[in-house]
């Protein structure tokens, strides 16, 4: 793992729509582990959001995707199935940069969002389930309100024309992953989030669905 994905390190995949708490909750396993396991959570908005942050382009990138990514965090943008390379880019270099292991367990949260990127995931990652954090419209504008996640203090993507357009592309592009990895035979844990609940309580709440399985 240390220099490629190719022997397809064990994943579960974390999806929900925006201000569900997926940040908070993946640090949360990261913390806790999963089966006994080192959990490494994979943000990907957060790994996007370094990228776009530098100055110039950091080690490996060329100019123009540096724009490209501060033009999707801009506009609230999928990278399509054409920019798969630069996912795999920054997912790599993740990776390297927090030693993972083989053994390890990889939360991914943000990545794969839609079914072009799933299909090109396959190659790369085992996901052996799905988490989904099933938060309702207006619990996600409670929760973003109150910063309940507490994750949302330096986020400029939280206006309320985006948050909706956000909302949409979850309902058409990501919801989507759920019915294709269940149809892969995958665990799916549905777990339901409110405009109260902390990552603590979401992580108690897995841990009953997922019990003692094997990761």
């Keep these: 793992m240390a220099k490629s994905l190719h022997e397809r390190p064990a994943s579960f995949l974390l999806i929900g729509p925006t201000g569900a708490g997926k940040t908070p909750f993946g640090d949360c396993l990261e913390k806790k ?3 006994g396991k080192r959990c490494i959570h994979f943000d990907f908005g957060r790994q996007l959001r370094i990228v776009a942050g530098s100055d110039l382009p950091p080690a490996g990138f060329h100019r123009e995707e540096h724009s490209f990514i501060m033009k999707v965090l801009t506009h609230g943008l999928l990278l399509e199935n054409e920019h798969f390379h630069i996912a795999l880019k920054i997912l790599e270099a993740f990776a390297r940069s927090r030693g993972f292991r083989q053994e390890d367990v990889m939360v ?4 794969p969002r839609h079914l072009g990127q799933a299909e090109d995931m396959d190659d790369h990652v085992d996901i052996r389930g799905l988490i989904v954090l099933d938060c309702t419209p207006e619990d996600v504008h409670r929760r973003l309100r109150r910063n309940t ?3 949302r203090t330096e986020r400029d993507d939280d206006g309320v024309e985006l ?9 058409g592009r990501t919801e989507p992953l759920i019915e294709y990895y269940a149809g892969a035979g995958k665990s799916i844990f549905r777990v339901k989030v409110g405009a109260f609940s902390t990552a603590e309580e979401v992580y108690r709440d897995f841990l009953l669905m997922f019990g003692s399985g094997d990761v």
Excluded at 108 to 111: F, I, K, P, R, S
Excluded at 163 to 171: A, D, G, H, S, T
């Design 163 to 171: 948050v909706m357009k956000k909302l949409e592309i979850f309902r």
């Design 149 to 151: 996640g507490g994750d």
């Design 108 to 111: 991914l949260n943000g990545l």
């Design 33 to 35: 582990g999963l089966g």
